[in-house]
């Protein structure tokens, strides 16, 4: 079974930074993302990476601010995230699948519980 589990959220003002780190378990899967969902809002896709870490994608409004990578020793998947704005204020999860290439929210199989993210003005 695949367990993803986030870390590193918090509370940061606006052009700071945060690292999100999610911690993976269980059969190694084609593809890791990160998705958000603000109060009120749809989930949406910020990023994802492939299992080689070779391969990227961005959300447009995310490029050239995050980064998405994977560290295998430790079997994570970090975000860093930098010149945050209020509007990336949101839970933000972690994802996988074994599809090659997702970034559909509809794609991804294994879920973690999430981290809040709140960026204030």
């Known amino acids: 079974q695949v367990q993803l589990v986030e870390s590193g959220g918090g509370l940061v003002q606006a052009g700071g930074s945060l690292r999100l780190s999610c911690t993976t378990s269980g059969r190694s899967l084609s593809t890791y993302g990160w998705f958000r969902q603000a109060p009120g809002r749809e989930r949406e896709f910020v990023a994802a990476v492939s299992w080689s870490g070779s391969t990227t994608n961005y959300a447009e409004s995310v490029k050239g601010r995050f980064t998405i990578s994977r560290q295998y020793v430790k079997d994570t998947v970090s975000l860093q995230m930098n010149m945050l704005k209020p509007e990336d204020t949101g839970v933000y999860y972690c994802?996988?699948?074994?599809?090659?290439?997702?970034?559909?929210?509809?794609?991804?199989?294994?879920w973690g519980r999430g981290t809040q993210v709140t960026v204030s003005s």
């Open positions: 994802a996988a699948t074994s599809v090659i290439g997702a970034t559909k929210l509809s794609s991804f199989d294994y």
